[in-house]
């Protein structure tokens, strides 16, 4: 079955003269068995995109901005439900917000064939995945084949068994000049740029050190929260985002952040091979607790469906189905070595944040002359902050930092240091500070620059592997070891 939603509100009005109904969160019609034509316009521009089964509202998030070279015009495939459907109220209240609203037009098939419709019609010629990622790699794969580029939410893969399929997606990719790319946002996140820029310059941080197994000279971390605001609203999550075979494990799902941060502060434009660069030592798993009570609240469901009976603990059957508690694997923690330097990366989830906090990230980076940390805790009322902490304070060490800072400031106005104790807070202007969602739009512009000139760095492939070769072999080692 073919639905089209044309979300903006003069078109919305057209169809419903026309149609005479209108359907959710746009005009709809139904019993066509072809997807809906691209407008004539659209081969003005370059890039047409393919959304394939979004589930999860990341693959919303790169529509939440217009972009020169993409046309307005997208195509979705997916199976019918509410999770098509979430994504297309995202849209539409994109474009109907009242600052800068979207024009998106969205052309939406549904149907169990919904794979097999997107590659025979052809309506676009790259492909958006972020959803269930049971079957993503599989999705990567036959997209690439099929000639489509493919940009891709994380994780592309969930386990060691899909990771030889993976890498032989790249290979499929680089042979068919198409770009397949995952989305990471934090390195637009402007501490983390910054931490970048100063390891970069040895006058601050010296060297980077090594470290030991019980003090890495890497350590990074992350907290996610079930419960969520995204665009303003509260989020409704499916409940197979719960599901560790469906949606992956904490382990090598979120994790992918921290090992990529790792990879590109530490070692910038570096090529890693991860048969020679990498050890992965130890790793550990762990679930958090989830209540039916907050189940509810987060899936709007009254139950736990029968998928997620494994991971029950308490009472599942009257008279205290409110004792059930849903055990999930969403933690994890790795120690490897890159290159020889100690690393451990550690991933957390837990149903809601503090009050004036949101998901959160700490992280430092050691080098000889001084460690560059990355603090989001109480103290800094909860706001991402970069310090620079020396190995040894002194007089020669605070000129040596006031003097090289300034060819950092100069990249960067209005950035600056001041001192508290021993350390020195970067501090940085508000108009750095763009927000998680913005960075969506960074991703995909930056994707876009890679398609019209095909040209990716050489490293970005080899470190895409790395990162997902450590995030599985991780998770195979905590299974076998815990």
């Given at each position: ?18 149609l005479l109904s209108c359907q959710g969160s746009g005009a709809s019609h139904s019993g066509d068995s072809t997807a809906a034509p691209v407008d004539s316009n659209s081969v003005a521009k370059p890039v047409r995109l393919i959304t394939l089964d979004p ?22 495939y997916a199976p019918a439900g509410p999770d098509v459907q979430s994504h297309l109220d995202k849209i539409n209240a994109y474009n109907a917000r009242p600052k800068d609203p979207t024009h998106w037009v969205e052309h939406v098939y549904t149907g169990p ?370």
């Amino acid at each position: 079955m073919t639905l089209n939603y044309r979300f903006s509100a003069a078109a919305s009005f057209l169809a419903c003269i026309l149609l005479l109904s209108c359907q959710g969160s746009g005009a709809s019609h139904s019993g066509d068995s072809t997807a809906a034509p691209v407008d004539s316009n659209s081969v003005a521009k370059p890039v047409r995109l393919i959304t394939l089964d979004p589930g999860h509202f990341h693959a919303a998030l790169v529509q939440k901005s217009m972009y020169a070279d993409i046309d307005s015009v997208v195509s979705v495939y997916a199976p019918a439900g509410p999770d098509v459907q979430s994504h297309l109220d995202k849209i539409n209240a994109y474009n109907a917000r009242p600052k800068d609203p979207t024009h998106w037009v969205e052309h939406v098939y549904t149907g169990p064939d919904y794979l097999q419709k997107m590659i025979a019609d052809k309506a676009g010629n790259t492909v958006i995945l972020a959803g269930n990622n049971r079957e993503k790699t599989t999705y990567i794969m036959q997209s690439l084949q099929a000639g489509f580029n493919v940009l891709g939410d994380k994780p592309m893969v969930i386990d060691d068994s899909a990771f030889g399929l993976l890498r032989q997606a790249f290979d499929t990719a680089a042979a068919h000049r198409h770009i397949l790319y995952d989305i990471m946002t934090e390195r637009y996140e402007i501490t983390s740029i910054l931490q970048r820029e100063l390891a970069a310059i040895p006058a601050i941080y010296g060297v980077q050190e090594k470290g030991s197994a019980a003090h890495p000279g890497i350590v990074a971390s992350s907290i996610h929260r079930w419960y969520k605001y995204v665009s303003g609203s509260a989020l409704t999550r499916p409940a197979w985002f719960f599901d560790v075979s469906q949606q992956g494990e904490g382990i090598v799902d979120v994790m992918n952040h921290l090992v990529d941060l790792v990879q590109w502060a530490a070692f910038p434009d570096q090529t890693l091979d991860y048969t020679k660069d990498i050890r992965v030592d130890d790793a550990r798993h762990w679930t958090t607790d989830l209540t039916l009570s907050q189940f509810k609240t987060i899936t709007k469901l009254d139950t736990f469906p029968g998928f997620l009976q494994k991971a029950l603990t308490g009472a599942t059957t009257l008279p205290r189905p409110q004792d059930t508690v849903l055990k999930v694997y969403a933690d994890g923690e790795i120690d490897y070595r890159l290159k020889g330097v100690y690393v451990r990366t550690t991933a957390t989830w837990t149903y809601k944040a503090p009050t004036g906090a949101d998901d959160t990230y700490t992280s430092m980076i050691r080098g000889s002359r001084a460690s560059l940390l990355i603090l989001q805790d109480s103290a800094q009322q909860y706001h991402s902050t970069l310090y620079i902490e020396p190995a040894v304070a002194s007089q020669d060490y605070e000129q040596a930092l006031t003097t090289a800072f300034t060819s950092l400031q100069a990249k960067y106005p209005g950035i600056s240091l001041k001192k508290e104790g021993t350390r020195w807070e970067v501090v940085i202007p508000d108009s750095y500070k763009e927000g998680h969602e913005s960075h969506f739009a960074r991703v995909t512009q930056k994707f876009l620059e890679y398609v019209k000139n095909n040209d990716m760095p050489a490293w970005e492939v080899p470190n895409m592997i790395a990162k997902y070769y450590i995030t599985t072999a991780g998770l195979a080692l905590a299974r076998r070891q815990h």
